[in-house]
């Protein structure tokens, strides 16, 4: 009779730790499944920018998007000092010595060239001016709801596109381009 009691007691130990491993294993995938989830949102990308048209400006442009927003950094050495435009250019084709290659400003929306955010109309390609110091490095930051990484929609999607960096400066009103010189560093916006 002892015999048999032990024999419970053990079976019901064994029965009420196993399902207390169960419970607690069925907790923590649920919980994996909510970061996995939470996570999938964010995108990043890191392009490299080359020379180009005998320059020797390289850098990166980082693109990261989350929630509908995408942010853009770009560092690059190598500049003369004084202000420089920057662009989307409308083809990831940097093979041309002076990248040219990437064809004109990014324009999915058919609008005039103008300033960023500009009432008068602007590209989504026209990011802009910045400014670089005598140590020839330069840093340009945006964030836009107006574009996304991979989305699909030809009106915002940068995959597939140029980042150009200019010797001059964006006048803002020149068409169709704001006439900002020749393109000395280009990098393709590809997955």
């Given at each position: 009779?002892?015999?048999?009691?032990?024999?419970?007691?053990?079976?019901?130990?064994?029965?009420?730790?196993?399902?207390?491993?169960?419970?607690?294993?069925?907790?923590?995938?649920?919980?994996?499944?909510?970061?996995?989830?939470?996570?999938?949102?964010?995108?990043?990308?890191?392009?490299?920018?080359?020379?180009?048209?005998?320059?020797?400006?390289?850098?990166?442009?980082?693109?990261?998007?989350?929630?509908?927003?995408?942010?853009?950094?770009?560092?690059?050495?190598?500049?003369?000092?004084?202000?420089?435009?920057?662009?989307?250019?409308?083809?990831?084709?940097?093979s041309s010595a002076d990248g040219t290659s990437t064809g004109g400003h990014w324009n999915p929306t058919n609008q005039p060239h103008g300033k960023w955010k500009a009432e008068t109309?602007?590209?989504?390609?026209?990011?802009?001016?910045?400014?670089?110091?005598?140590?020839?490095?330069?840093?340009?930051?945006?964030?836009?709801?107006?574009?996304?990484?991979?989305?699909?929609?030809?009106?915002?999607?940068?995959?597939?596109?140029?980042?150009?960096?200019?010797?001059?400066?964006?006048?803002?009103?020149?068409?169709?381009?704001?006439?900002?010189?020749?393109?000395?560093?280009?990098?393709?916006?590809?997955?």
């Amino acid at each position: 009779m002892k015999n048999l009691k032990l024999v419970a007691i053990v079976f019901a130990l064994v029965f009420a730790t196993s399902c207390k491993k169960k419970k607690k294993e069925e907790v923590t995938e649920t919980e994996v499944e909510e970061i996995v989830t939470e996570k999938s949102t964010e995108k990043k990308l890191t392009i490299s920018l080359s020379p180009k048209s005998d320059s020797k400006v390289e850098g990166s442009v980082t693109f990261k998007e989350k929630d509908g927003i995408v942010s853009m950094t770009a560092k690059m050495t190598g500049l003369s000092e004084g202000e420089h435009a920057i662009h989307i250019h409308e083809k990831a084709d940097c093979s041309s010595a002076d990248g040219t290659s990437t064809g004109g400003h990014w324009n999915p929306t058919n609008q005039p060239h103008g300033k960023w955010k500009a009432e008068t109309g602007y590209h989504k390609g026209d990011i802009g001016n910045f400014k670089v110091a005598a140590d020839g490095e330069g840093i340009v930051t945006l964030t836009t709801d107006e574009w996304c990484i991979g989305c699909g929609d030809d009106t915002k999607d940068i995959i597939g596109k140029a980042i150009i960096v200019h010797q001059g400066t964006d006048d803002y009103t020149s068409q169709p381009s704001g006439a900002a010189g020749s393109r000395i560093s280009c990098g393709g916006i590809i997955e």
